[in-house]
């Protein structure tokens, strides 16, 4: 059973160009979330989608924006990238259910010069 | 709003040492509580969840309980080993109206020595 999994692994970008992350869930999870994660620092929420909709959203401008696919992968995009983008950005899967447990891929490394 | 705080690392010890990293949280309801661990270069992995009060979680050696009335959820295992060099993170999720989502600490580092 295959995991969660996010490509690229890696990404180098510079100021101002747009990023499209890419995430599939876990087999069987309908609900993915997107979490930022800088250097030194606890993940910090995005956004998650269900049934292809946004239905929640953190403190992220929106400049940020996803997409969730009907065989629920989901894409994250980013746009007029800034420096202060670098991060690591973690995608996680889950079953739609308050008490669900999110399980979580490798991440994608993004780093913007 | 939900917040988790975590004690700062980073937390060296030697192997077979005792580990306790603690955590508390602020949150409405009753929420589930994590504690993750992210091994160098990787993702995030679930280490042990507990999801009611006085529940213990327990995986490899990690124990963790939900103490509703301090608001915390200490991580400890009894003799650690290098193999456990990572960094663990204290969460919570399930507060109504958040759904699942997930609000993290800052990370604890820890590093044990042979």
């Known amino acids: 059973d295959a995991g969660v999994t996010q490509s690229p692994t890696h990404l180098i970008k510079t100021r101002g160009q747009q990023v499209t992350l890419r995430c599939s869930p876990k087999?069987?999870?309908?609900?993915v979330s997107w979490y930022q994660q800088a250097l030194g620092q606890g993940p910090q929420f995005i956004f998650q989608?269900?049934?292809?909709?946004?239905?929640q959203r953190g403190n992220f401008p929106d400049r940020f924006s996803g997409h969730q696919f009907p065989n629920y992968s989901s894409e994250l995009n980013v746009n007029a990238l800034l420096l202060g983008d670098s991060a690591l950005y973690l995608c996680?899967?889950?079953?739609?259910?308050?008490?669900?447990?999110?399980?979580f891929g490798a991440g994608t490394r993004l780093s913007v010069l | 709003g939900n917040s988790v705080t975590q004690m700062e690392g980073p937390v060296t010890l030697s192997e077979e040492a005792f580990l306790t990293i603690n955590c508390t949280y602020t949150?409405?309801?009753?929420?589930?509580l994590f504690w993750y661990v992210q091994y160098p270069g990787e993702g995030l992995q679930l280490l042990l969840k507990a999801t009611k009060a006085d529940d213990k979680g327990s995986n490899k050696g990690f124990e963790a309980t939900y103490r509703k009335e301090t608001t915390s959820f200490h991580l400890e295992k009894g003799s650690v080993q290098v193999s456990d060099s990572a960094v663990y993170f204290c969460?919570?999720?399930?507060?109504?109206?958040?759904?699942?989502?997930?609000?993290f600490g800052g990370g604890t580092r820890v590093l044990v020595k042979p």
């Open positions: 989608y269900y049934e292809e909709e946004e239905r």
């Open positions: 949150a409405t309801g009753y929420p589930s």
């Open positions: 087999s069987g999870h309908d609900t």
């Open positions: 996680a899967s889950s079953w739609d259910s308050p008490k669900g447990i999110q399980y």
């Open positions: 969460a919570l999720s399930g507060v109504k109206a958040a759904g699942n989502k997930l609000t």
